[in-house]
T-cell receptor, first 114, second 113 residues
Framework: GAVVSQHPSRVICKSGTSVKIECRSLDFQATTMFWYRQFPKQSLMLMATSNEGSKATYEQGVEKDKFLINHASLTLSTLTVTSAHPEDSSFYIC??????????FGPGTRLTVL | GESVGLHLPTLSVQEGDNSIINCAYSNSASDYFIWYKQESGKGPQFIIDIRSNMDKRQGQRVTVLLNKTVKHLSLQIAATQPGDSAVYFCAETSSGNTGKLIFGQGTTLQVKP
C-alpha cells in the first residue's frame, strides 16, 4: 500500500514552453504533498508544500510564479514549470503524507529543457 | 541540515561486510529521523526511521543509531549485498514543522562483489 505515482516519468521540452507534472497518491488520501528538485549527484531540495484546497507554501528562493502548484483533490497535486529554461532541467520528485504521517515518495520526473 | 549541494561522498565495501553510513544533522529541534535509499533514476525509498526518544532501532539487516548529544545519525547495514548499492540519505523533521523533511547530503554506497 501507500503508493505514489508521477506522470510523466520523463519529458523533454523546448525552452519557453510550460510543462505539467502530476503526482498522485494511488491508495490513500493526502491533504499534504511535497515537491522536491534534485540535481545530479546532489540531495533533494524541498521546493514547496502543497496543501489540498489552499495555496502552496514555497521555500525561500523558489519562484511561485514559475513553479505553479495546484492540489485540487486529495489524491492529486500538479507542478507546472512555466516558461521552462535549460537551467530548470532537473529531477522533480513529489511525496505525499500518508498513513502514520509517513511521507511516501513518487518515482520522479526527469525534465530536460532544450 | 540543509543540503549545500556538494558532491556525494562514496563508501565502498566488500559484499558480505557490514556498512556504516553516517549523517550529521543541524536542527536541535528535530525529533524524527528517516533513512532513505535512492537508486539511480528513482525516487527515495523508506528504509527505517527513529524518533528522538530512542537511541537505537533495528530492522531487517539495518540498524539506525541516534546520538542527540552530538546530533549524529548512523545507518548500519549488515552483510551488505550488491542490491544495497545506492545513494543513502538521512532526513530530519520536527513535530512542529508541518512535516517538512530536510535531507542530508547523501552517501553513495558501492558494494564490490
Amino acid at each position: 500500500g501507500a503508493v505514489v505515482s508521477q506522470h510523466p516519468s520523463r519529458v523533454i521540452c523546448k525552452s519557453g514552453t510550460s510543462v505539467k507534472i502530476e503526482c498522485r497518491s494511488l491508495d490513500f488520501q493526502a491533504t499534504t504533498m511535497f515537491w522536491y528538485r534534485q540535481f545530479p549527484k546532489q540531495s533533494l531540495m524541498l521546493m514547496a508544500t502543497s496543501n489540498e484546497g489552499s495555496k502552496a507554501t514555497y521555500e525561500q528562493g523558489v519562484e511561485k510564479d514559475k513553479f505553479l502548484i495546484n492540489h485540487a483533490s486529495l489524491t492529486l497535486s500538479t507542478l507546472t514549470v512555466t516558461s521552462a529554461h535549460p537551467e530548470d532541467s532537473s529531477f522533480y520528485i513529489c511525496s505525499a503524507r500518508g498513513p502514520g504521517n509517513t511521507q511516501y515518495f513518487g518515482p520522479g520526473t526527469r525534465l530536460t529543457v532544450l | 541540515g540543509e543540503s549545500v549541494g556538494l558532491h556525494l561522498p562514496t563508501l565502498s565495501v566488500q559484499e558480505g561486510d557490514n556498512s556504516i553510513i553516517n549523517c550529521a544533522y543541524s536542527n536541535s529541534a528535530s525529533d524524527y529521523f528517516i533513512w532513505y535509499k535512492q537508486e539511480s533514476g528513482k525516487g527515495p525509498q523508506f528504509i527505517i526511521d527513529i524518533r528522538s526518544n530512542m537511541d537505537k532501532r533495528q530492522g531487517q539487516r539495518v540498524t539506525v543509531l541516534l546520538n542527540k548529544t552530538v546530533k549524529h545519525l548512523s545507518l548500519q547495514i549488515a552483510a551488505t549485498q550488491p542490491g544495497d548499492s545506492a545513494v543513502y540519505f538521512c532526513a530530519e523533521t520536527s513535530s512542529g514543522n508541518t512535516g517538512k523533511l530536510i535531507f542530508g547530503q547523501g552517501t553513495t554506497l558501492q558494494v564490490k562483489p
